[in-house]
């Protein structure tokens, strides 16, 4: 008598990279609203995240012989690359929106209760491999540093007293980042802790982000979501630009390196094509319609039709062709003539 092998439970590395890209997500935000229930949002925030960030940045002037301009890029740099697993899906999820938009368009014309209608987009993210969630965990911790940044650079590069009795007090106890302050603010042209007079940042700003969003748009069939897309492409560059105005510059250093360091992330999963001319000027041109289940039936049968008043007109004989018809005819005129002389 054989036994029967009762079923294994499935490994965690069977599971999909999806579930597993949500589950560390949902981890990290149920850590951070823990944080901020237990020692409150004010603190949390300082203890957590200002405080880490000032004495990260001080370090890397540090590295970099002083240049806080640099140390504020190298610091993008790094935090982009711990985080480039969320990138890289984020930026496979739209390619594979993009791949999937016939599918997608097939679903919305074949259902039309909303409720089976949404479990079968479901069904074909989860084909794809499209994570909504996934997509979504960049622009996060982008935005979340963005605001955290702010916050330092005020401390860091303020310039006035009170700015370095609190950069002093969010240092950690260590010599070497207590003798770093005073920090150098200028960069290039730019005074890091004050906006950029010239317009050169916030006009960078804006055409970097214009870029890196029409690169990874994804082409829509409907007209008002298309319209929608395009409107979206022009109106975050230009509040991302109007916003560096009134921001510290090295606020603005951060997104423009943030935003060359996606645009080579896009350059590395897409490809050539999407930074070429025609994908960044030109609208995004509407998915070509996937032909239904029932396409090549009615294409057949228009086919058939179209053949059949021609198997079914009568064959005609050229002319002067030796037929059965043409030899019984004058056969029968013969007899008929032959009856009217006897009578």
Not at 109 to 129: I, S
Not at 300 to 318: G, H, W
Request: overall charge positive.
């Amino acid at each position: 008598m054989t036994r029967v092998a009762a079923p294994s439970a499935p490994s965690p590395s069977s599971r999909p990279r999806g579930s597993r890209g949500n589950a560390l997500m949902f981890g990290i935000i149920g850590l951070v609203v823990i944080l901020f229930v237990v020692l409150g949002p004010g603190r949390a925030w300082d203890t957590f995240f200002i405080t880490p960030l000032i004495n990260a940045l001080v370090f890397l002037d540090i590295l970099v012989f002083g240049q806080f301009g640099l140390a504020i890029i190298l610091f993008t740099l790094l935090l982009r690359l711990a985080t480039i697993p969320f990138t890289i899906r984020q930026l496979e999820s739209t390619r594979a929106m993009q791949a999937a938009q016939p599918q997608i368009q097939e679903v919305q014309k074949k259902y039309k209760d909303p409720k089976r209608r949404q479990e079968e987009m479901m069904k074909l993210y989860k084909e794809v491999g499209f994570n909504p969630l996934g997509c979504a965990m960049p622009l996060v911790i982008q935005m979340g540093v963005f605001i955290a940044l702010y916050r330092a650079l005020r401390f860091v590069v303020g310039g006035s007293p009170e700015s370095l009795v609190g950069l002093s007090q969010h240092l950690y106890n260590i010599p070497m980042l207590q003798n770093a302050i005073p920090l150098d603010q200028h960069f290039l042209w730019l005074t890091l802790g004050k906006p950029d007079v010239t317009y050169v940042l916030p006009l960078i700003v804006g055409v970097s982000t214009y870029v890196q969003q029409k690169m990874s748009m994804t082409p829509n069939a409907n007209p008002q979501m298309q319209q929608q897309q395009q409107m979206m492409a022009w109106m975050m560059p230009m509040m991302l630009f109007f916003l560096t105005l009134n921001l510290p510059s090295g606020v603005g250093v951060y997104w423009v390196t943030s935003n060359v360091f996606q645009l080579f992330a896009g350059y590395y999963v897409y490809g050539r094509r999407a930074l070429s001319w025609r994908q960044l000027l030109m609208p995004s041109a509407a998915p070509a319609a996937s032909p239904g289940p029932n396409a090549k039936k009615r294409e057949q049968a228009k086919i058939t039709q179209s053949k059949q008043p021609e198997e079914s007109a009568p064959a005609t004989a050229p002319d002067g062709a030796d037929t059965p018809a043409a030899r019984v005819r004058p056969a029968h005129g013969k007899r008929r003539g032959k009856r009217k002389n006897r009578r």
